[in-house]
């Protein structure tokens, strides 16, 4: 699993925002498909977002659809996630990951849908409370 490091958790009030970051370490990762998933205590891992190379196609889980934007900063060499209204259930460790393009020419989707990671950094707690 390529190694990449995510930063920019925090506390957020309901309606707040935040933006996460997803870093690489020691490659580009605009050569690479991108995801976003998150962990919420006492659930499984589920995909949020994911991204094709360059500026290909994305996909969203359902309930983050009109809220959350996952874009590239090609100079940076990162991976955000812009969360907007956000909700007490998108409280979780959120997580990136980077995987080889080639297997989502036909479709972003499983990156988010099916893709088993088995090599997680720490995360970044996001935590949506008043």
């Known amino acids: 699993q390529l190694p990449v490091v995510e930063s920019g958790g925090g506390l957020a009030q309901p309606g707040g925002s935040l933006t996460l970051s997803c870093a690489a370490s020691?490659?580009?990762?605009?050569?690479?498909?991108v995801g976003w998933f998150r962990q919420a205590p006492g659930k499984e891992r589920e995909g949020v977002s994911c991204?094709?190379?360059?500026?290909?196609?994305?996909y969203y889980e359902d309930s983050v659809k009109g809220r959350f934007t996952i874009s590239r900063d090609t100079a940076k060499n990162l991976v955000y996630l812009h969360m907007n209204s956000l909700k007490p259930e998108d409280t979780a460790v959120y997580y990136c990951?980077?995987?080889?393009?080639?297997?989502?020419?036909?479709?972003?989707?499983?990156?988010?849908?099916?893709?088993?990671?088995?090599?997680w950094g720490q995360g970044t707690q996001v935590t949506v409370s008043s």
């Open positions: 990951a980077a995987d080889w393009d080639f297997k989502y020419i036909a479709s972003i989707k499983p990156m988010c849908t099916q893709w088993a990671g088995t090599s």
């Open positions: 020691g490659f580009t990762l605009d050569y690479y498909a």
């Open positions: 991204i094709r190379n360059g500026n290909g196609s994305t």
